[in-house]
């Protein structure tokens, strides 16, 4: 069953960033958590791990849990400690559960939307949270409605007006309209047809499933209790749940955890390409990706980034809190002081309340504030995570600037970014990145800044010390690991239901739905 509560006033109910919305940076994706452990307090557990990976979703949480006979979800609009409180998750109890951070890469912020999501199987039910973004979700919504209507119609949840439009409902009605096999058996069966990045935690009432794609985009590991399993998408959230680190999973791999222990299936060939703006920018710094510790990591790209491009400077600062690393490891490796320059508002993410076009105008300084005495008549080195469509850091330099900085350089650790994301990330369309159009130099002058320097995409993967073969790098050089043409865009499934017109999510021009798509995205400019 599912609980159904109404998502909070505020506007249309859709979360609204609390900078100027029209410049939003790459958003996070999202976090998924799963626990299976008879004994202990699966529902506070799992509130604490996708607490752990807010930072990858703060549109809408959820969390799943199964006594053994029913499923309860609860899910609402806002952060993880806006939508849980003890009395919700006292009333959930059970020995498996599922969590969920979300924000939105295919369907629109809506209550519908948020996950995890629940669907009816003929012996039971399930319930299902998905990382990542499925480039063939029109062709699997196709596949759903043939065989809905062989077995008694389309789930009320995805008819019409209101319903879900996301890609993570369409999976999850695919696994429960069986009547033949067990549950393990149609994801074995279902998910070599299911093409892009995903990491998905899902239940029964007894087990507690979970696969990554064949390339492994996004990370999901593994951990062990004293007595049970957790699943996560980073290593931090085993952290805060106590829980030891045991391996990643493996790419092309479901791993099934109940009463008779865990056993793994293999359901596709393993093509590592792990995504690269992991390293720089997604994952929480306390996390390890692939045996390697992200926070040394971006220490190492900011002495990288010193040794190709020096300056002649009085202090280093970052911004915080994804630059801090690489500004470190600039400091160390230039000799110039380290210092701290900006004080963040730890409390600006994502809000329910529309900044009014008053406050708005005050752009980069509801997040970030100069410490005057410290930057006054400085010569600065100011390290980024990266640059999209320059918007902000044009703004932030012109702050550091009034604030009586005498020289601004920019050192961004990552290389341009010119492409989109279609495996979970939302960056701009490749018409609004502003690296697409402009050189290195030309950007400088945009954004105002004395000099800029990118690392480039060889240092960034030197960095990690990982081949370059292993990881997605299509944000930085076009080159998709999974073929583009079924992609349709973030809105496909709205699209739909309403099919008048295409947004083209590479370049952001308007087309016919018919022409959907983006399978001329390595050849338009």
């Not at 930072?55 to 006594?67: K, L, P």
């Not at 696969?211 to 399993?229: K, N, T, Y």
């Not at 300056?311 to 230039?334: F, K, R, W």
């Not at 697409?436 to 995409?457: F, K, M, Q, R």
């Amino acid at each position: 069953m599912v609980s159904q509560p109404r998502a909070r006033k505020g506007g249309d109910g859709r979360l609204t960033a609390a900078l100027d919305p029209q410049d939003q940076g790459p958003q996070d994706q999202c976090g998924v958590f799963g626990v299976w452990a008879p004994g202990e307090d699966v529902a506070k557990l799992t509130y604490y791990g996708i607490y752990a990976l807010q930072h990858r979703g703060q549109e809408s949480a959820g969390i799943a849990v199964s006594n053994g006979k029913q499923i309860l979800v609860y899910k609402d609009m806002g952060l993880v400690s806006q939508v849980f409180d003890d009395a919700t998750l006292d009333a959930l109890k059970g020995h498996v559960a599922i969590g969920h951070a979300r924000y939105s890469t295919t369907g629109a912020s809506t209550w519908h939307n948020a996950q995890p999501t629940f669907h009816p199987t003929a012996n039971g039910s399930i319930a299902l949270a998905h990382n990542g973004n499925l480039t063939n979700t029109a062709d699997l919504a196709d596949k759903l409605v043939e065989i809905a209507d062989a077995e008694g119609g389309l789930p009320s949840d995805l008819r019409g007006p209101g319903g879900a439009t996301n890609d993570t409902s369409v999976l999850t009605a695919l696994l429960a309209l069986h009547k033949d096999g067990t549950v393990e058996d149609k994801a074995a069966e279902l998910l070599p047809q299911v093409h892009g990045a995903y990491c998905l935690v899902w239940m029964d009432e007894n087990t507690l499933y979970a696969a990554r794609d064949p390339q492994g985009i996004r990370p999901l590991v593994l951990g062990r209790l004293e007595r049970g399993w957790v699943v996560a998408s980073e290593t931090a959230a085993l952290d805060i749940v106590g829980a030891s680190y045991v391996r990643e999973v493996e790419p092309g791999e479901m791993i099934i955890i109940d009463a008779d222990g865990l056993r793994t299936r293999r359901f596709a060939e393993a093509k590592p390409k792990g995504c690269l703006f992991e390293f720089v920018y997604l994952a929480r710094p306390d996390t390890i990706i692939s045996d390697k510790r992200v926070h040394s990591v971006r220490v190492e790209i900011g002495r990288k980034l010193a040794q190709a491009f020096p300056a002649d400077a009085d202090l280093v600062i970052p911004v915080p809190e994804s630059g801090t690393p690489s500004a470190i490891g600039y400091a160390e490796e230039s000799g110039i002081p380290y210092g701290v320059g900006l004080v963040k508002n730890s409390y600006v993410g994502r809000t329910f309340i529309q900044p009014s076009q008053t406050i708005r105008q005050l752009g980069i300084r509801l997040k970030l504030n100069p410490l005057r005495d410290v930057i006054e008549g400085k010569r600065l080195v100011v390290v980024d995570d990266s640059i999209v469509r320059g918007n902000t850091q044009r703004a932030l330099v012109r702050m550091l600037r009034e604030a009586g900085a005498k020289e601004v350089h920019v050192r961004i650790s990552s290389p341009p970014v010119k492409w989109p994301c279609f495996y979970g990330i939302d960056f701009a369309t490749r018409a609004e990145l502003i690296a697409n159009g402009l050189s290195p130099e030309e950007i400088a002058t945009s954004i105002g800044a004395d000099s800029l320097g990118y690392v480039s995409l060889e240092d960034l993967v030197d960095a990690t010390t990982l081949p370059m073969d292993s990881f997605c790098r299509a944000c930085f050089d076009g080159e998709y690991p999974v073929p583009l043409a079924e992609v349709r865009g973030k809105d496909v499934l709205e699209l739909q239901q309403d099919p008048c017109c295409v947004v083209d999510p590479l370049d952001g021009v308007s087309t016919t739905a018919a022409a959907g798509g983006a399978s001329d995205a390595l050849s338009r400019p």
